[in-house]
């Protein structure tokens, strides 16, 4: 997870000080429990890239807003609201660090085909294959989430030696009154054997911090009024 590390410690450092107020701001954004009986754990994908079963880190990160804050015509129509939330994740503010990182070392005639400029992030529906930034590739879409396959080049199709899901959710929960907007990721060694988790403590922190400001950036991007 060497590259991983990297990104998420200068990503982090860098869009904290640009927000500024990034504590206050991302104050209702909640880590909840996940543990194995999480779905993300009986999924293909997981099964076949950690063949080994090797240690995760995992989280998932969760935020509600009150339906009459939300733009009405993406709770109208089903699958509207993942999708603009997507869309915010990557074209939002947050990303826009780990987007240049990544453009600077990997953007190129063979990554040609990927989603690599703001305005084209903002504005994909994110169907099944997409690639964005040579790094995610969506694996999985419902009406209600869209998963991606991260921790390394989608070019490498094979178990990855870094590999990991990221799950991106927005569930109208019409009888509580709320939109839940969740971010689920599920890190791993996906090539042989491994002791430990992927990430050491500081490295899992900064990660929870990045999660955050994705989350917070992207529904304030496309998704609230």
Known sequence: ???????????????????????????????????????????????KFNPSGNPTLHDVCVRRIPLDKIQPSLVEEKGKLVEAFCAGVWGGMGY??????????????????????????????????TILT???????????????????????REVRPSDGLFEIAAVVKREQGVAEFSLKSCFYQGLGKAEAAPMDEKVAWAHRQYTKLLLETAVLKKCVR
Not at 19 to 33: H, S
Not at 134 to 156: A, L
């Open 96 to 129: 826009i660090p780990q987007r240049a990182f990544l453009e600077r070392k990997y953007r190129g005639p063979e990554t040609a085909d990927h989603l690599w400029d703001r305005s084209d992030l903002l504005k994909n529906k994110y169907e099944v294959g």
């Open 134 to 156: 040579d790094h995610f590739e969506v694996v999985e879409k419902t009406e209600d989430r869209i998963v991606v396959r991260c921790g390394d080049s989608p070019r490498i």
């Open 1 to 47: 997870m060497g590259i991983f590390s990297k990104l998420v410690k200068t990503t982090v450092a860098g869009s904290i000080a640009s927000v500024g107020v990034f504590w206050g701001a991302t104050r209702n954004d909640i880590f909840e429990v996940m543990d194995s009986s999480d779905p993300i754990f009986q999924s293909a994908f997981y099964k």
